[in-house]
């Protein structure tokens, strides 16, 4: 996965994702994560921080509230949650974790503080 920078939306699965978003071409639902405990890869990772922004109404340019209105549902927006905690949990469950950490500290530590949202 190639990622630019930090940001919830700075890597090539979530630009990859609005791309799909504005053009309609996504079934939003069927990206959502199941629940339970497993270890997350970093390309699955990614997509579920950018639409757990998406689902907390951090909306980049180009995309509407409308558009996304499948990931703001409270049964989604529970399942996004619970899937975030994984992904910046640590190591063993998130392999996008382990990417940031190999990135040093002070970087992990930007990632998880962008990439946090209340989902509540």
Known sequence: MDKWNTGPFDNEEAAELLDDIK????????????KGHRYLESDHGALVVAMAHLAGG?????ISDDQ???LQTPEAKDL????????????TVSGLYTEWQQ????KLHEWKA???????
């Open 68 to 70: 996304v209105a499948e």
């Open 23 to 34: 053009e309609g071409a996504v079934p939003l639902k069927e990206l959502l994560p199941t």
């Open 58 to 62: 951090n909306l980049p340019e180009g």
């Open 114 to 120: 962008k990439s946090h949202i209340d989902l509540a």
């Open 80 to 91: 996004l949650r619970q899937s975030l905690e994984a992904v910046l949990a640590d190591g």
């Open 103 to 106: 990135e040093g500290e002070a």
